[in-house]
């Protein structure tokens, strides 16, 4: 009878977040380099004989500035929501504060105007696609996109008249932060 398999513990760098093995191929490879010492010494021989002086000094001056960091407490927050990382080492962006308007056809003479990213401004969308069904006496619904970002479908074109009121309604959206995609290319509204 065969055995059952045993279940293998998979150590990752406390820095990149990756396996030691792959740490050189990473993002932060010299920021891993004092961990690697310490945790993974048979993986990386080289980093033990050639650079045992520079591994002390970094070790030493990331200690310090992480002490240095942690006192001050509201400024790493504010990095760490700016930049997100993801597992392997990616890094996420922030999204920025723009409204996109878009016009889209269909049936040849039927229109939609969708309004993307005005959650950014803190913008409650189902309050915003009420007051554009009402100002412009038409259906506006909340709707989910190809991004499954949600975003307010307006039936019919009103794609110019549009800003001046999200910038009369909402004075936190600004029009130089409006844009337009007209044939595919994003086009500022101011």
Sequence with gaps: MAEKPQQIVV????????????????????????????????????????????????????????????????????????????????????????VIIEKVVRNKRKCITTVKGLELFGVKLSDASKKLGKKFATGASVVKGPTDKEQIDVQGDISYDIVEFITETWPDVLETSIFFIEDGKKVPAA
């Design 11 to 98: 150590q990752y760098c406390q820095v990149c977040g990756l396996p030691p093995e792959y740490c050189e191929f990473g993002p932060e490879f010299e920021k891993c380099k004092p961990w690697l010492i310490q945790n993974a010494p048979d993986l990386y021989p080289d980093l033990l004989k050639a650079n045992a002086n520079e591994a002390d000094k970094i070790a030493d001056q990331l200690q310090s500035t992480g002490i240095s960091s942690a006192d001050s407490g509201g400024s790493s927050e504010a990095k760490q929501e700016e930049v997100k990382r993801l597992p392997g080492g990616k890094i996420k962006k922030k999204d920025k504060k723009e």
